[in-house]
T-cell receptor, first 114, second 113 residues
Framework: SQTIHQWPATLVQPVGSPLSLECTVE??????LYWYRQAAGRGLQLLFY??????ISSEVPQNLSASRPQDRQFILSSKKLLLSDSGFYLC?????????????FGPGTRLTVT | LAKTTQPISMDSYEGQEVNITCSHN???????ITWYQQFPSQGPRFIIQ???TKVTNEVASLFIPADRKSSTLSLPRVSLSDTAVYYC??????????????FGIGTKLQVIP
């Protein structure tokens, strides 16, 4: 069966510090991968998606970036965090064939920028 | 992307059937309708997906009228554990399975004992 991991689970970082969040998927090959952010009491905002290694598409302009160095690894980064970067970060994957392409989400990382 | 409109909140007693309706007037021909459930501090969980008519699984039913401008998620005999936020999504699945969808604020369902 497929599983998706995210770490760390919680993170408190000062403004201006760097960020690296990691997501890995097990049990599937060549998944589509997604990064979302959810502010308190809000819906999910799609930040990045990837259809393959090294292929990243950005949905909103911001000081965040994403990379996919391996097939089942997706990394979200920032060089300098802003207060507005606080939120709940979710990684998700979806299949590429044979199904309805529903998305499966990881447990999330709660980021607080102070 | 088609915009969706759903009630912000709903209350229901345990054991009742709950129907949450989502409006998506600008749905495109290739768009699928998907519903997710989210508990606090967890990622959303896929519930059901459909294109037209009726879809049923072990968790819920999804009713989609012929014009596809709305859809209704039906949860039979809800329990306290069904208290969660429910999202209605409309999006296109591109070649290769990438699905570009928009999550709104969803419907917060409160089940009352």
């Amino acid at each position: 069966s497929q599983t998706i991991h995210q770490w760390p689970a919680t993170l408190v970082q000062p403004v201006g510090s760097p960020l690296s969040l990691e997501c890995t998927v097990e049990g599937t090959s060549n998944p589509n991968l997604y990064w979302y952010r959810q502010a308190a009491g809000r819906g999910l905002q799609l930040l990045f998606y990837s259809v393959g290694i090294g292929q990243i598409s950005s949905e909103v302009p911001q000081n965040l970036s994403a990379s996919r160095p391996q097939d089942r690894q997706f990394i979200l980064s920032s060089k300098k965090l802003l207060l507005s970067d606080s939120g709940f970060y979710l990684c998700a994957w979806s299949g590429t064939s044979g199904g309805g392409y529903e998305q499966y989400f990881g447990p999330g990382t709660r980021l607080t920028v102070t | 992307l088609a915009k969706t409109t759903q009630p912000i909140s709903m209350d229901s007693y345990e054991g009742q059937e709950v129907n949450i309706t989502c409006s998506h007037n600008n749905i495109a021909t290739n768009d699928y309708i998907t519903w997710y459930q989210q508990f606090p501090s967890q990622g959303p969980r896929f519930i059901i997906q459909g294109y037209k008519t009726k879809v049923t699984n072990e968790v819920a039913s999804l009713f989609i009228p012929a014009d596809r401008k709305s859809s209704t998620l039906s949860l039979p005999r809800v329990s306290l554990s069904d208290t969660a936020v429910y999202y209605c999504l409309v999006g296109v699945t591109y070649s290769g399975g990438y699905q570009k969808v928009t999550f709104g604020i969803g419907t917060k369902l409160q089940v009352i004992p």
